[in-house]
């Protein structure tokens, strides 16, 4: 029998339950969770826990984020998953690989160009491996894009427009939590959109060049919310009576893996989860657009707004012999489909999108829906098959090319980063100036 693969997981917040649940239970034959490391022993506790009464299986060792040397060397895992806050996944994807492990990242790799420059040249000396968990390629429909523009149907893509909306339930989440200090997640462009920009990079089959942004915060913050004659007393809201009624409020204390996760961890944490999306500081942006030019010649045009009453996307790529049109509804009015909302993933949300289409309009030829296969999971049915091509020994073939090395987990970043400058300085920034990427290899289809 082959010996089980061994994974250690630092960063035990609520990203980290995807990856619990597939080891100890659906991959548990293949893969085995050998230790947990974080800031918050209560939270490591939590997950301990989780173990013996969901998966009947024993604890793990726990150590604090000091420790992480320790933890290799006692544990000797082959592979350490890394779910902590975007600005430190680089220092445990380096040091692991130092210490002779593989790496899987939670996206985005990184926060900023000189983070990147530094896993690279730790994939680089020790010959070890990245893996950036991009789970949206996974999705359905996201796929189904992909092989059309694959299959040539459209032609070699020469125009991009995407528009991202987040509702204010999911959106506002990013304004209670850390990511609403750039310091901490990169901004939205960064931490949330590094997910848009890896499907435009993998859809069109290449790089951006040159950016340029725009951005500012219109919504969220408190400068905003007293220019519209609303005013707050409370830092938090989670037991403030005058919360009660705030439909931007989330009480930590309703819900049991809010509590285990993050209130009662906030004592060994120093972490409050539910922050006012109205208080201070907010440092990142809530509305943001976005124009770059690929290193294909494609052109892009972007926005993120975070404050929407429905949450989706519309993506429409034009090429030479025709256009992909894409709609996708993942809620409307705070429903969740598919989200990474903390603890849906903590209990493995099983929800598909609301809405999608994809319409095709071959140049001359009559215009027609595009099937999309149905899939039951997280992330519009991504999730489970993300999770198989990780942990299966013996995974399907991805004739799509899902799996996303170190270079387009800096691809994706790239843009963003690239983007929080152009915004800082109102001019265009050239890409290769911050980290200089391989060349691309093209298929026949996208030339």
């Known amino acids: 029998m082959t010996a089980r693969k061994r994974y250690a997981l630092v960063g035990t917040g609520g990203r980290a339950g995807m990856y619990v649940r597939a080891i100890a239970d659906t991959y548990r034959d293949s893969a085995e969770l050998v230790a947990f490391c974080d800031l918050s022993q209560t939270r490591m506790n939590f997950y301990n826990a989780r173990l013996q009464s969901d998966f009947g299986q024993d604890p793990i060792p726990t150590y604090p984020a000091s420790d992480f040397d320790r ?6 895992p082959d592979t350490v998953i890394v779910t902590t806050i975007d600005a430190t996944h680089h220092q445990y994807i380096v040091r692991a690989m130092e210490l002779g492990c593989d790496a899987i990242s939670e996206k985005p790799m990184t926060t900023d160009e000189h983070k990147a420059s530094a896993i690279f040249d730790a994939i680089e000396r020790t010959g070890k491996h990245l893996r950036v968990t991009f789970n949206y ?18 032609g070699k893509p020469t125009l991009v427009d995407f528009a991202w909306v987040l509702d ?8 209670r939590r850390w ?30 060049k040159t950016v340029f942004a725009m951005g500012d915060l219109k919504f969220y913050g408190k400068e905003n919310a007293e220019a519209r004659g609303e005013h707050y007393s409370y830092a938090r809201y989670t037991g403030e009576p005058e919360a009660a009624n705030d439909p931007f409020a989330l009480f930590l204390d309703q819900d049991p893996n809010l509590r285990g996760l993050y209130l009662d961890a906030e004592a060994d944490s120093g972490y409050l989860r539910d922050r006012n999306v109205f208080g201070e500081p907010v440092t990142i942006e809530d509305t943001m657009a976005v124009t770059a030019r690929y290193r294909s010649g494609a052109l892009l045009s972007y926005s993120l707004v975070a404050y929407a009453p429905w949450e989706g996307f519309k993506v429409m790529v034009t090429g030479t012999k025709g256009r992909a049109e894409m709609d996708i509804i993942e809620s409307v009015e705070g429903v969740i489909i598919g989200s990474d909302d903390e603890a849906r993933n903590l209990e493995a949300s099983k929800g598909t999108f609301k809405y999608s289409q994809i319409r095709v309009y071959p140049m001359f030829a009559q215009p027609y829906e595009a099937e999309i296969p149905s899939s039951k999971g997280g992330h ?6 993300m999770l198989e091509q990780i942990f299966s020994p013996n995974p399907p073939d991805d004739p799509f090319k899902r799996a996303a090395s170190h270079i387009d987990g800096a691809a994706s970043i790239l843009m963003g980063i690239s983007a929080n400058k152009s915004m800082a300085t109102g001019l265009p920034v050239n890409v290769d100036d911050l980290l200089k990427l391989p060349e691309k290899e093209t298929s026949p289809t996208t030339r």
């Open 179 to 208: 990511h609403r200090e750039k310091h901490n997640s990169g901004g939205l462009l960064v931490h949330k959109a590094t997910h848009h920009f890896d499907l435009i990079n993998w859809w069109i089959d290449s790089y951006p």
């Open 137 to 154: 390629r996974y999705a359905p429909a996201y796929t189904r894009l992909r092989e059309i523009i694959m299959q040539g149907t459209i």
């Open 168 to 175: 204010t339930h999911h959106g506002a989440d990013y304004f």
């Open 380 to 385: 519009g049915g991504a999730d489970p098959v």
């Open 71 to 76: 933890m290799i060397v006692e544990t000797k």
